[in-house]
């Protein structure tokens, strides 16, 4: 057991002195691998505050089915029932026409001529189903549903979920679909790019060292006592890379609420991803270090194997 301890030591020693002595080449690996990680941590985020703006603002909206003033209770109760059936449907809200009056009054309570005339006529207002949906991508199932001819012939007008507010949601949404797509090929790209100079890195180094590696396997070192310090070296790569991704980012929220003094970037909540990024910054530091680690790893173990014509066991 001691003897492997030893050798671990020796091993991770040699890795740290060949980082030191290839600083230079490992500039350019570590640069493309901290834009790597970067993206990767910044596309999580974004992903997150999109999920959450998409959310407050699913919240906030309805689908108001205004029912004609000849409609039976049981006819109301009927359809109340159906609607719950459907699988988007997340709650319903039925209110008589003095509810919707009434609702009406608050929601302009600052128009004194628009009160002044719902006061000298009698209430105009429909019986109104609202109902709130799981996920507005998947509004046409609950617009097909109302525009069946037995459920159209209860309303009085066509459902108010249209117009600006369903066009503003579904460029939210197919924002957010766009842009995480983008995340993903731009994450696998940088990280393909990242894995060949980190493989080019360890293979200028073997280059380099390519004597002194001759003369430990005539002496009869072992694969992995060879290989070892190659692959520490890259783990180092990793292990910085994810430290300075997660130093830029926290810096780029700082800039962005301190400086800058910025709530909002576009569909982008910075109040938001700022205080997601606060609340897993230590889960966060642990998948950059996982990923760094692993990347520079496998890169560093496929560059050995192949140059150095190891036998795998």
């Known amino acids: ?10 091993v991770v020693h040699t890795g740290i002195l060949n980082f030191m002595r290839n600083v230079t080449l490992a500039v350019a690996a570590i640069a493309v691998m901290v834009v790597t990680l970067t993206i990767v941590l910044f596309s ?8 959450n703006t998409i959310t407050q603002i699913t919240s906030k909206i309805d689908i108001s089915v205004f029912l004609k003033d000849s409609d039976t209770p049981d006819q109301t109760k009927q359809l109340i029932t159906q609607l719950k059936k459907l699988p988007n449907v997340k709650s319903i809200q039925y209110l008589t026409k003095e509810q919707a009056l009434r609702q009406y009054e608050q929601q302009n309570a600052g128009n004194q001529n628009l009160q002044q005339a719902i006061n000298e006529t009698s209430n105009p207002l429909p019986a109104t189903i609202l109902i ?3 996920d507005l991508n998947k509004i046409q199932d609950i617009k097909n549903f109302l525009t069946k001819p037995s459920v159209a012939a209860l309303q009085a007008d066509q459902p108010s979920y249209s117009g600006d507010r369903e066009i503003a949601i579904n460029r939210i949404t197919h924002a957010t679909d766009v842009l ?15 894995a060949l100079i980190i493989f080019n890195t360890i293979q200028m180094a073997i280059f380099n060292r390519r004597d002194e590696i001759g003369i430990m396997r005539l002496l009869g070192a072992s694969t992995s006592y060879i290989r070892g310090p190659f692959i520490v070296e890259s783990v180092i790569y990793g292990i910085l890379s994810a430290v300075f991704s997660i130093l830029i980012v926290n810096s ?6 301190g400086t800058l003094q910025a709530t909002s970037l576009g569909l982008l909540d910075i109040n938001y991803a700022n205080q997601y990024f606060d609340m897993h910054f230590w889960q966060f530091l642990a998948l950059q270090l996982m990923l760094g680690i692993v990347l520079g790893a496998v890169s560093a173990t496929i560059a050995t194997r192949r140059y150095l014509k190891f036998k795998t066991k």
Do not use: D, H, Q
């Not at 999580?44 to 999920?51: D, S």
């Not at 780029?252 to 609420?257: C, Q, W």
């Open 1 to 10: 057991m001691k003897r492997k301890l030893i050798t671990f030591w020796r």
């Open 44 to 51: 999580l985020i974004t992903n997150a505050t999109f999920a």
């Open 132 to 134: 709130k949906p799981y």
């Open 180 to 194: 995480r797509k983008i995340g993903i090929v731009t994450v696998v790209v940088f990280a393909v790019v990242c």
């Open 252 to 257: 780029a929220f700082l800039a962005s609420s």
